[in-house]
């Protein structure tokens, strides 16, 4: 399996446009790619989901926003998750998300079919000293539950506002870190698309 058929499907729990999680997420996208992955984005904010209501579902289906989301689930091997901290966990908007993608879009779909087979490489950044470690926790504890198998030490950037330059990068320290985390992202979907 050549490199450049693995897909890496990126999504930020962020909204903001100056988000630092969204700029983490496009510096792992681009690692992604220098190590020969196909990367493509989910942008939250570009294209908005309702909230998740049953009555909404049962009268007019999978809204055509979480369809278009969930074929970019089932095309992609692995996912790249940046998250911010709200409150001690991730935010409800990336919630919401999981939730929808959650939903069968037939009696025909496989129950989960969205994180079937996934592999996640997780990452957070904030402002302050946490690193987000308490949102990587329960967004771990989420994915898992939803069949997603999340790679070992996710990436955590504290005092993101101090060590993004103006152009969006970060310390080479940091770089090579996050190269190690796609790195392992890549070798682990290969291992597993030999099998
Ligand atoms: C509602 C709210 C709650 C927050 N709670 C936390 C928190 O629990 N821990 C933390 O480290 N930062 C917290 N922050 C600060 C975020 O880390 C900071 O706003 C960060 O820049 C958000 O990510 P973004 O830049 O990707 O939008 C909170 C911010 C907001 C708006």
Not at 89 to 96: A, D, E, I, M
Not at 167 to 178: K, N, Q, R, V
């Amino acid at each position: 399996m050549a490199k450049k058929d693995l897909k890496i499907l990126g999504l930020s729990g962020s909204l903001r446009e100056g988000s630092f999680n969204k700029k983490l997420l496009a510096l792992v996208l681009r690692s992604a790619e220098r190590h020969g992955a196909l990367v493509s984005e989910i942008d939250l904010n570009k294209t908005p989901l309702p909230f998740y209501d049953a009555d909404l579902e049962a009268r007019e289906g999978i809204p055509s926003n979480v369809q278009a989301f969930k074929k970019k689930f089932l095309d992609a091997d692995g996912l790249m998750i940046a998250t911010p901290e709200y409150n001690g966990f991730f935010p409800g908007v990336l919630k919401n998300c999981l939730d929808w993608l959650s939903r069968r879009s037939s009696i025909e779909d496989p129950i989960l079919s969205s994180y079937s087979g996934k592999v996640a490489g997780l990452m957070s950044a904030t402002v302050g000293g946490s690193g987000g470690i308490r949102s990587l926790t329960a967004l771990t504890t989420q994915l898992q539950y939803l069949g997603v198998m999340v790679l070992p030490r996710p990436f955590s950037l504290v005092h993101a506002a101090k060590a993004f330059s103006d152009g969006g990068t970060l310390s080479p320290e940091y770089l090579s870190s996050i190269d190690e985390m796609t790195s392992s992202l890549i070798d682990t979907l290969q291992k597993l698309k030999q099998d």
